[in-house]
C-alpha cells in the first residue's frame, strides 16, 4: 500500500507543477496534497511544523494568485480603473482557458485605463504590468511545489 500512495504523492506533484502553469488545475494545492499522501505511508515522517509551514504557504499563494496581476497594474502606474480591470480580467479569463487567463489580467487592465480616459500607451503599460504580475505569481507557484517535491524526495 505504501509504494501506491508513495506513487500517487509523486503524481500530485507532478500534476501539482503542470498546475502552476496550466489554468484549471489548482497546481499548489494539489502538491500540498501530494505531501499528506506521502505523510500517510509508514515511510514519510513530515514534521508538523513542515506541514503547517506548506500549508500556510498554499493558501498565500493560492491568495496572491489572484491579487498579483492587479499589484501588477498598479506598480505600472495604473489606476483604480486598470486595477479593477485586471481584477474582473482573471476571473472571465478563467473562461476561456489557457488564453483567457493569460491574457484576461492584461486586457481587462486596458480596458479599465481606456474607460478611465488614459492614452492607449498608458494603458497598455498597465495592462503589461499584470502580465508582469502574472508571470510573478507562476514562478512563486513553480517554486512552491518544487520545494515541496525537494521535501517529499527527501523524506523518502
Not at 499563494?61 to 505600472?76: E, N, Q
Amino acid at each position: 500500500m505504501d509504494i501506491f500512495l508513495l506513487i500517487l504523492a509523486f503524481l500530485c506533484m507532478l500534476i501539482g507543477i503542470i498546475g502552476c502553469i496550466v489554468p484549471g488545475l489548482p497546481g499548489t494545492p494539489i502538491a500540498y496534497a501530494g505531501l499528506w499522501i506521502a505523510q500517510a505511508t509508514d515511510r514519510v515522517d513530515f514534521s508538523w511544523q513542515l506541514l503547517l509551514i506548506y500549508g500556510i504557504a498554499t493558501v498565500i499563494i493560492s491568495v496572491l494568485d489572484y491579487v498579483v496581476p492587479a499589484w501588477g497594474t498598479k506598480r505600472y502606474g495604473g489606476s483604480n480603473w486598470g486595477v479593477w480591470g485586471s481584477t474582473i480580467g482573471v476571473f472571465v479569463g478563467l473562461f476561456f482557458g489557457a488564453v483567457g487567463v493569460i491574457l484576461g489580467p492584461l486586457v481587462g487592465a486596458v480596458i479599465g485605463e481606456l474607460i478611465s480616459g488614459k492614452e492607449f500607451a498608458h494603458a497598455l503599460k498597465a495592462g503589461w504590468g499584470s502580465f508582469v504580475g502574472l508571470l510573478f505569481g507562476t514562478i512563486l507557484k513553480l517554486i512552491c511545489c518544487g520545494l515541496m517535491l525537494t521535501a517529499l524526495i527527501q523524506a523518502i
